[in-house]
C-alpha cells in the first residue's frame, strides 16, 4: 500500500470508474435542486433520487461522482471527538438499470487491492444474512476464504425508508490492527469494537417493498454505492481519524500556525482546533453553493458554523478577524476536485469576514447585556438567558462560563422550557408553509409524460386534455364555476420557474372555456393549468385552444430581459461578486437579489440605471440559442449560483452586454423595455441586496404616480407651479418649528400659573406645604410643575395626577428642605402608583410613575399624602 494524498485517491477512484464505462459528472450543489426533503445534500445518491425513481433520464446508465455533502445533525459535538465532522466527501459508482452484483461487487475489490494496493487479508466483506448470490460471488468469483465473509442481519446490511425501492447491501471493511480491537477470539465485523471499519458499502436496489411485509423483484434493478473519501484516505495514510488526512491536517496546522497553539497537547484546545478546521471546510464549500449566512434553514446552518469556528478562535486567544484566511487554505487544498473554489474566492471570502465580523459585535454586546444582568449575582433567569440567545445570538455556553466565572448559577429548567416553545412555533410556521403547496399535494402524474413547451415562439397552441384534477383527485370532466388543475400535452403557458412567474389565459374546449389563474409545474415537467371553468364544461381527451394573456407576458418578457441587462450592469459598476441571489420576474415589476456588501450609493444607482438604459436605446437584439453548456461557458455565460444545468443549455445573450444561461421568456430586442427605472434598493440579509425595478408601462405608471403625488402637495400647498413646491414645503417646516417654540413658551407659562394656583390649595402636615392635586397636562408638563414647586418653596411637597387615554400618570417631587425633613419622592410616587394597579419610583426630590386604574385617582393621592404623612 503507498501513501497516497487525498485529492489522488479521488482522482484514481474517478477515472477506475470511467475506464469501466461511467460517465463522471461533477459533485452536485450542496443545495438538493427541487427537493424539499432535504436541506442539504448528505449523500453521494441524494441528487440522484430522480434518476432512481425514474421520475427524470440519467445522462448515461452508468455514472460516478465524488459527492460534496454535509451532516449536521450534532453540529455540537464536532471537535470533541475526532470522529465527528459536518463535511465529507462521498464516492460513488452507480448503475441505473445497467449492470449488477456481478460486476460491482469485482470492481470494488479490483479497486482497493489493485489500484490501492490494500493487502486482501485486511478486507473483510459482509453481506445481507439472505443474500446467498453475494455471498457466491465473493467466495467463488473473488475467492475470498468463508470465513472472512460476515452474514449481517437486516439493521446492517438491509437498506429501506419505508414502502419503495430497497435492497440488501454488501460492504467491505478494513481491519485496522488489534490495537483497535476488543482482543476477542471471534473479533470480526459486526463486533462493537473499533476494530473493523467500514469503508465501502454497494446497494443493490433489488426488490420493491409493497408496504404489505411482501417484496417483489425491480424490473430495473439498480446499483447504488458510498465510500467516504475521508475514511479511506485514513486507511491508505494509515493515520487515525480524518483530521490527520493531508489536506485535513494542513488546514488544521494553519489553525495551530495562526493560533500559537499546539495540537495534541493540551484536550481543551484541540477540541477548538478540531471544530474550527472542521466548520472552516464546511463553511468554504456551502458559500461556494450560494448559501449565504441568514436565520434559517440552509443559512443558519452556515451561520451556526462560521460563528462556531469564531467562537472556538475566540476561546483559543485569537483576537483577530482570521476565518477569511483559514478559506484560502481550504480553497487551496480542495481546488483541484473542486475548480468553483477559485472562481468564488472572493466571494467567500467577503461572506465569512462579513459573518465573522457581525459575530464578534454580537459577542461583546452580549456581554454589555450580561454583565448588566449578572450586577447583583444569584441566579440569572431562563428569560434573561433565552433572550440573550435567541435574539442577540449570544452562545448559550459562553453564558454558562461566565456565570461560572462569577458563581452564578443559571435556571436552565425555564431556559429549556423558552426553547421548546420555540421550536414549537418553528415547527407550527413550517407546517403553515408545506399547506401553500396544495395545488399538487397528493396528486402523482407519474404515468403523464413532461409536457412540451410551445411558449417559446407561440402565444396561442393547439392541443389536448390529458388530466383534470378536482379537489385533490383525478376527475373525466370539469363543469362551469369548478376549481381545477387541467394537464395538456403541450402549452404556451410558461409555468412558474426561475423567478418568472406562470402564465394567465384562457383554455378553450368546444364544449367550454376555462380561465388559467395561474401555471406551475411538477418536478417531472408536467405543467399544471390553475383556474377555474367560465362556462360549460371540459372534458377528458378534448381538442383545446391554449392562449395566453399576451399582453401581461410581453410586459413579463420586458421585465425579465431587463433583470438580465440589471445584472450585468451591476457587475460592471460595482464588480464580478455581484451574484444572482434570487429574483422574481412580474408583469408589474422586476425584483433582483444580488451579493454585495454595503448599499449602493445615490451614483452607483444612477449609473446602473443609465447603463441599462444605454443598452436599451442601443436597440440590440436578443437571441436565444441552445448548445452545449462547455460552449455556453466558454462564451462566458452567467450561470445562476448552484443550479445545476443539464447537457444542453439555453443560452439568452444581449449583444455583448449580458450572456446568461436561462429558461425564461425574452423581449425580442432591447428597444422593447421602451424606459428602465429603479424603484428602490435595499437590503435582505447580510451581503445580499434587494433592487426593485420597473420597465415600459411600468414606468409610465410610476411617473403618473409621482405626478399625482406633485399635484396632490402643489394642492394642499396651493401653489400654481410645482416648481415652487420645494421653496413653499422649506419654509412651511420653518414656520411649524417656530410655532413649536413658541408652543413651549406658552405652555411653560400655563405650567407657572396653574402650579402658582396649586399652592391655594395646599394643606399643612408637620411644618411642610403638601399639595395632592388632580390636573389636565401632559407627561412633560407634570414635569415642569414639578420643577416650579420645588424651586417656588423648598418646603412643599406635591404629588401630582394626570389622565390620558385609559392611563393615569404621576409625578411626585419633594423641596430641598421638606428633603431634610425625611420626604422622599420616590415613595410617594410609589405609594399613590401602587393604589392605581402601577408601579414607579426615582430620586428623592423627583420621581414619576404611572398606573393602570384612571378610576383610582383620587385614592392614589390620599395614599400619597398618608404616605407623607407617615414620613414626617
Ligand atoms: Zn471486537
Ligand atoms: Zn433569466
Redesign the pocket.
Known amino acids: 500500500m503507498q501513501w497516497t494524498g487525498l485529492n489522488e485517491i479521488r482522482e484514481k477512484f474517478l477515472s477506475f470508474f470511467e475506464e469501466k464505462g461511467h460517465l463522471r459528472l461533477g459533485s452536485f450543489s450542496l443545495i438538493p435542486n427541487n427537493d424539499n426533503s432535504l436541506l442539504l445534500i448528505n449523500s453521494g445518491m441524494a441528487p440522484m433520487k430522480k434518476y432512481f425513481t425514474g421520475e427524470i433520464t440519467p445522462p448515461r446508465n452508468r455514472v460516478t461522482t465524488c459527492q460534496k455533502c454535509i451532516r449536521t445533525p450534532d453540529i455540537d459535538r464536532v471537535g470533541i471527538t475526532a470522529r465527528h465532522g459536518t463535511f465529507f466527501e462521498m464516492l460513488g459508482n452507480f448503475s441505473f438499470g445497467d449492470y449488477f452484483k456481478e460486476e460491482a461487487i469485482p470492481w470494488a475489490w479490483e479497486f482497493l487491492t489493485e489500484t490501492m494496493e490494500i493487502p486482501k487479508d485486511l478486507l473483510w466483506p459482509s453481506v445481507y444474512e439472505e443474500d446467498d448470490e453475494a455471498y457466491a460471488i465473493w467466495r467463488d468469483k473473488i475467492g475470498v476464504p468463508e470465513e472472512r465473509i460476515v452474514r449481517l442481519g437486516k439493521e446492517d446490511n438491509f437498506w429501506e425508508h419505508g414502502t419503495g425501492p430497497c435492497g440488501p447491501s454488501s460492504e467491505i471493511y478494513f481491519d485496522r490492527g488489534e490495537k483497535y480491537g476488543c482482543g476477542k477470539p471471534d473479533c470480526k465485523p459486526g463486533c462493537d469494537c473499533d476494530r473493523h471499519m467500514e469503508i465501502w458499502n454497494n446497494v443493490f436496489s433489488q426488490f420493491n417493498n409493497m408496504g404489505d411485509g411482501t417484496y417483489t423483484e425491480l424490473e430495473h434493478k439498480n446499483i447504488d454505492t458510498g465510500m467516504g473519501l475521508e475514511r479511506l484516505a485514513c486507511v491508505i495514510q494509515g493515520v487515525d481519524n480524518m483530521f490527520e488526512v493531508d489536506t485535513i491536517r494542513n488546514i488544521l496546522d494553519t489553525v495551530c500556525a495562526i493560533s500559537g497553539v499546539k495540537y495534541g497537547a493540551n484536550e481543551k484546545n484541540d477540541i477548538s482546533i478540531r471544530a474550527i478546521t472542521d466548520h472552516a471546510r464546511a463553511s468554504t464549500f456551502m458559500i461556494s453553493d450560494g448559501i449565504i449566512p441568514s436565520n434559517e434553514g440552509r443559512g443558519y446552518v452556515l451561520r451556526r458554523l462560521i460563528r462556531r469556528a469564531a467562537r472556538h478562535g475566540r476561546l483559543l486567544g485569537i483576537n483577530r478577524p482570521f476565518l477569511s484566511e483559514l478559506c484560502d487554505v481550504v480553497i487551496r487544498e480542495n481546488k483541484a476536485g473542486y475548480p468553483e473554489l477559485s472562481e468564488k474566492q472572493e466571494l467567500i471570502r467577503k461572506v465569512i469576514s462579513f459573518e465573522e465580523a457581525a459575530f464578534s459585535k454580537t459577542i461583546d454586546q452580549g456581554l454589555g447585556i450580561l454583565s448588566e444582568l449578572t450586577k447583583n449575582g444569584g441566579v440569572l433567569s431562563g428569560e434573561d438567558a433565552f433572550k440573550l440567545y435567541d435574539t442577540y445570538g449570544f452562545p448559550l455556553d459562553l453564558t454558562k462560563d461566565i456565570l461560572a466565572e462569577k458563581g452564578m448559577t443559571l435556571d436552565e429548567e425555564t431556559f429549556n422550557a423558552c426553547m421548546s416553545e420555540q421550536k414549537k412555533k418553528a415547527r407550527a410556521s413550517r407546517k403553515a408553509a408545506d399547506a401553500e403547496s396544495w395545488r399538487s399535494d397528493g396528486i402523482s402524474f407519474e404515468n403523464i409524460e413532461a409536457t412540451k413547451f410551445t411558449g417559446y415562439g407561440e402565444n396561442e397552441s393547439k392541443a389536448k386534455i390529458l388530466s383534470i384534477v378536482s379537489a385533490g383527485e383525478f376527475a373525466p370532466a370539469a363543469s362551469v364555476g369548478e376549481k381545477v388543475i387541467l394537464v395538456l400535452d403541450q402549452t404556451p403557458f410558461y409555468a412558474e420557474s426561475?423567478g418568472q412567474v406562470g402564465d394567465t389565459g384562457e383554455i378553450t374546449a368546444p364544449g367550454g372555456v376555462f380561465k388559467v389563474l395561474d401555471t406551475t409545474k411538477t418536478t417531472g415537467g408536467v405543467f399544471m393549468h390553475l383556474g377555474e371553468v367560465l362556462s360549460g364544461e371540459l372534458v377528458l381527451g378534448d381538442e383545446v385552444t391554449a392562449k395566453i394573456d399576451v399582453h401581461r407576458r410581453e410586459a413579463i418578457r420586458r421585465n425579465?430581459t431587463a433583470?438580465?441587462l440589471l445584472q450585468a450592469a451591476l457587475r460592471r459598476v460595482l464588480g464580478t461578486h455581484v451574484e444572482q441571489a434570487g429574483q422574481l420576474v412580474t408583469a408589474e415589476h422586476l425584483r433582483f437579489d444580488f451579493t454585495h456588501f454595503s448599499a449602493l450609493s445615490k451614483e452607483e444607482i444612477a449609473e446602473v440605471e443609465a447603463l441599462v438604459n444605454e443598452e436599451i436605446m442601443r436597440f440590440t437584439e436578443v437571441t436565444v440559442n441552445e448548445m452545449p453548456i462547455a460552449q455556453a461557458r466558454a462564451l462566458g455565460a452567467m450561470a445562476l449560483f448552484g443550479e445545476k444545468y443539464g447537457e444542453v443549455v439555453r443560452v439568452?445573450r444581449a449583444g455583448d452586454f449580458s450572456i446568461?444561461l436561462?429558461g425564461?421568456t425574452h423581449a425580442s430586442n432591447t428597444a422593447k423595455l421602451g424606459l428602465f427605472k429603479i424603484v428602490s434598493e435595499g437590503s435582505v440579509a447580510a451581503g445580499v441586496r434587494r433592487i426593485e425595478a420597473v420597465t415600459g408601462e411600468g414606468v409610465l405608471t410610476l411617473i403618473a404616480e409621482k405626478q399625482r403625488l406633485i399635484d396632490e402637495a402643489s394642492a394642499a400647498f396651493k401653489v400654481n407651479n410645482a416648481s415652487e413646491l420645494p421653496a413653499k414645503a422649506q419654509q412651511a417646516a420653518q414656520e411649524l418649528k417656530e410655532k413649536d417654540k413658541q408652543i413651549e413658551t406658552l405652555s411653560d407659562k400655563l405650567a407657572a400659573m396653574q402650579s402658582a394656583n396649586l399652592f391655594g390649595s395646599a394643606q399643612e402636615i408637620g411644618g411642610v406645604t403638601v399639595i395632592a392635586e388632580k390636573i389636565s397636562g401632559s407627561a412633560d408638563s407634570l414635569r415642569t410643575m414639578c420643577d416650579q414647586i420645588r424651586e417656588k418653596n423648598p418646603k412643599a411637597a406635591a404629588i401630582l395626577a394626570a389622565v390620558a387615554g385609559g392611563k393615569i400618570t404621576f409625578a411626585a417631587t419633594v423641596g430641598k428642605e421638606a428633603v431634610a425633613l425625611g420626604l422622599n419622592a420616590g415613595k410617594i410616587v410609589k405609594a399613590a402608583a401602587q393604589a392605581a394597579g402601577g408601579a414607579g419610583g426615582g430620586r428623592p426630590d423627583f420621581a414619576m410613575a404611572g398606573g393602570k386604574a384612571p378610576e383610582m385617582a383620587q385614592a392614589a393621592l390620599d395614599a400619597a399624602v398618608a404616605a407623607i404623612r407617615e414620613s414626617l
Open positions: 426561475g425579465h433583470a438580465h439568452v446568461e436561462c425564461g
